[in-house]
């Protein structure tokens, strides 16, 4: 597909890019937190990837491809809102982390009305992590990337991947912990770890 809008059919561009669409946007509004600059985000990510069509060499997969350029159009436009912003990317002194008991995060209670209040939590828990732990989050967790897919998207190593993870769940755990308890009554509970 990627040869027949090299070769003039740009038309189908919108068929290669339609799958990675949600995901995409997802990434965009999980970084910046705001609907309408996502969208620009997510176009602009477009935009970008089909002018630079021509300069994939296929060396990781399309999607790890995409979701790159839509995580430096989304650093770029949060670089722009806070220019003291300190978080670098290329980071690799990680320091020690204490192993600690953790919770499969997909483990959300069933319950709509529970669900939803749970999700408002975890969304505002998400937005206040840092940058770079809340990337690694949005690709392992939400996006259900692999650990090398996230390696590659991000740029950094796969070590520096599993570190990251671990210290935004941990950050998350404790953020969310005490809210949770209030959220679900304690009968109904389904958190091992509150």
Do not use: C
């Not at 090299?6 to 509004?29: A, C, D, N, W």
């Not at 996006?143 to 070590?159: K, S």
């Amino acid at each position: 597909m990627i040869e027949k809008v090299l070769g003039g059919q740009t038309e189908t561009f919108h068929e290669l890019i339609r799958p990675y669409e949600r995901s995409v946007y997802m990434m965009t509004l999980s970084l910046l937190r705001n609907e309408a600059e996502a969208e620009d985000a997510a176009q602009e990510t477009f935009i970008k990837a089909y002018r630079a069509l021509g300069r994939f060499r296929a060396e990781a997969r399309f999607s790890t491809w995409l979701i790159s350029i839509a995580l430096n159009e989304a650093r770029a436009r949060l670089r722009r809102k806070q220019p003291a912003l300190t978080d670098s990317i290329d980071d690799t002194s990680e320091g020690s982390v204490t192993p600690a008991q953790l919770t499969d995060w997909r483990e959300i209670p069933s319950a709509s009305l529970e669900r939803q209040e749970v999700r408002t939590l975890i969304r505002r828990a998400l937005a206040e992590l840092p940058l770079a732990y809340r990337e690694v989050f949005v690709l392992r967790e939400l996006e259900e990337r692999n650990v090398q897919e996230t390696a590659d998207a991000l740029g950094i190593t796969i070590a520096s991947v599993k570190m990251r993870l671990h210290r935004a769940r941990l950050m998350l755990q404790k953020q969310l912990a005490p809210q949770l308890k209030s959220v679900v009554p304690t009968s109904r509970r389904r958190f091992p770890w509150f």
